[in-house]
């Protein structure tokens, strides 16, 4: 449902072929067995915190086919739609967003995509949508709030199966505007795991030695980072 074509550009399959949610290109492809043509969508990296993340090579995407996702922060729904294209039409994507007149554009996006439940409500108060959500597989959080980590692990609570992925966007000067970035990437790390996010980590380069999936959207966006973690993982997934 997503993949890089020339130049690295980002790509989505579009769900509804033939039309553009944003203005972005379209470009068709034949299949692998040259009967059907198949269009995607150009998704850039500039406009998308996860675009970026993807691009960037975040190791870890559990955003695929068949997923139920609960998005944070969904705006006027740009990256909602890519999100749409590749979990497909058996997945679900329930995007919450505050902003009345961001959250107008999202529902019009989504009265063309079944797959997506646009859901106008503050992000702090989970109770207030709980009836509209059932489990999700996956949270990306792109709210950019002082208390962002709180906001992802308070809606886990309520959403989010155990073994669940969480990715969170964050942007350091909305935490801290006064501290490195660095600093405050580690500090919101520190509260998601003391709120039972553990970082997913990976094995890096030929030391072998373990750290964590954490990836700086730069050049595409400043002082942001990216990072995915296991909601309270079992024994077995952290082993992994």
């Not at 034949?30 to 995607?40: C, Q």
């Not at 059932?134 to 309520?158: E, K, W």
């Not at 999936?213 to 050049?219: G, K, N, R, S, W």
């Amino acid at each position: 449902m997503v993949r890089c074509v020339q130049d690295d550009s980002l790509v989505t399959r579009n769900l509804v072929p033939g039309e553009s949610v944003y203005g972005e290109k379209r470009l068709v492809a034949e299949s692998a067995d040259g009967e059907d043509k198949i269009e995607y969508r150009v998704w850039n990296p500039f406009r998308s915190k996860l675009g970026a993340g993807i691009v960037g090579g975040i190791g870890a995407c559990p955003v695929k086919p068949g997923a139920k996702v609960l998005y944070l922060g969904g705006a006027s729904g740009t990256t909602v739609s890519h999100v749409s294209d590749m979990v497909g039409p058996e997945g679900v994507v329930y995007a919450v967003e505050f902003s009345h007149r961001s959250g107008r554009d999202l529902t019009n996006m989504a009265k063309r995509r079944p797959n997506v439940v646009p859901i106008v409500e503050d992000a702090r108060q989970p109770q207030r949508y709980r009836m509209l959500i059932g489990m999700v597989d996956c949270i990306f959080s792109d709210v950019a709030q002082p208390d962002q980590a709180r906001i992802v692990t308070h809606n886990a609570s309520f959403f989010l199966k155990n073994n669940g992925w969480v990715m969170i966007s964050i942007k350091a000067n909305c935490v801290d505007s006064t501290a490195a970035p660095e600093a405050v990437f580690a500090s919101e790390i520190d509260k998601l795991r003391k709120d039972g996010v553990k970082p997913k980590e990976r094995s890096c380069g030929e030391t072998g030695r373990r750290e964590r999936e954490q990836l700086t959207l730069e050049p595409y966006h400043r002082d942001h980072a990216l990072v995915v973690g296991i909601y309270r993982a079992s024994k077995k997934k952290k082993e992994e």
